[in-house]
């Protein structure tokens, strides 16, 4: 079973979106990459720098955010400019849209029932003025 995600890759705003999932891995890859290209449809290339998407996606030890799943392929659009005889890399988005590999495991555990006294959902906020302890 594989998913496609999208993720926001970036200390400041984490997000993370299961947008559907299949078992067809190359379906899951063409999901992927369409919204990558979305995104970069609205991108607007300048006179010195223009946007690509990129599969090479730097060792993802060093990212803010992943998934502890299998990642088949992940894609980042980033900006460029022309330098020397090829291209070099400005900054990249930190939107990344993403094919995981999903366990096919079924939850067969026995649990309790929800206990509603244990669950407290009326209270103040952390920066309600009016407080009186």
């Known amino acids: 079973m594989y998913a496609v995600v999208d993720f926001t890759d970036y200390r400041k705003d984490n997000r993370f979106e299961v947008l559907g999932v299949t078992e067809d ?21 300048t006179e010195k720098t223009f946007y690509k998407i990129t599969s090479k996606i730097e060792d993802y030890e060093y990212e803010y955010l992943h998934p502890i799943n299998k990642i088949i392929v992940a894609y980042k659009i980033i900006e460029l400019v022309k330098y020397k005889e090829g291209l070099k890399i400005v900054s990249s988005n930190t939107s990344v849209h993403a094919v995981i590999e999903l366990d ?17 959902d009326n209270y103040y906020s952390y920066d309600h003025d009016d407080c009186d302890y």
């Open 25 to 45: 891995v190359e379906y899951a890859k063409k999901v992927a990459f369409q919204n990558a290209k979305k995104e970069l449809s609205r991108q607007r290339n």
């Open 104 to 120: 096919k495991t079924e939850i067969t555990e026995n649990v309790d029932e929800i206990e509603e006294t244990l669950i407290c």
